[in-house]
Nanobody, 114 residues
Framework: QVQLVESGGGLVQPGGSLRLSCAAS??????MGWYRQAPGKQRELVSA???????NYADSVKGRFTISRDNAKNTMYLQMNNLKPEDTAVYYC??????????WGQGTQVTVSS
C-alpha cells in the first residue's frame, strides 16, 4: 500500500525559508511533484521531478524554490526560499508509480505572514 507522509510546513515571515519533505513508501516511484492550493483557488503544480532528476517549475516559483529527491530514501524535498504571502497554501505531494498509478499526500499548510 502506497503511503505519502509530508512534513515541514509552518508559519514563516515574508522573505523566510521552509523545507518540505515527502516520504513515500509501498511502491517504486517515477515522477514526483508538489502541488499547492490556496483558499478559493484551484490546485496548481508547483514543481515536479522525474526519476532521472529532470525538473520543472511553475513560473511563479522559479529562482526561489528547488525540488530534489533521494531515491534511496524514496523522499522528495522542496526548498522554498524568499517566501511571499502569495505562497500561502496547502502543499500536497503527488507521486506516480512506474505502473502508472497516482497518489496524493495529506497536505501540509504553509503560511507566509508578518
Amino acid at each position: 500500500q502506497v503511503q505519502l507522509v509530508e512534513s515541514g510546513g509552518g508559519l514563516v515571515q515574508p522573505g523566510g525559508s521552509l523545507r518540505l519533505s515527502c516520504a513515500a513508501s509501498g511502491g517504486l516511484f517515477n515522477t514526483m511533484g508538489w502541488y499547492r492550493q490556496a483558499p478559493g483557488k484551484q490546485r496548481e503544480l508547483v514543481s515536479a521531478i522525474s526519476s532521472d532528476g529532470s525538473t520543472n517549475y511553475a513560473d511563479s516559483v522559479k529562482g526561489r524554490f528547488t525540488i530534489s529527491r533521494d531515491n534511496a530514501k524514496n523522499t522528495m524535498y522542496l526548498q522554498m526560499n524568499n517566501l511571499k504571502p502569495e505562497d500561502t497554501a496547502v502543499y500536497y505531494c503527488r507521486t506516480y508509480t512506474f505502473l502508472g498509478s497516482a497518489y496524493w499526500g495529506q497536505g501540509t499548510q504553509v503560511t507566509v505572514s508578518s
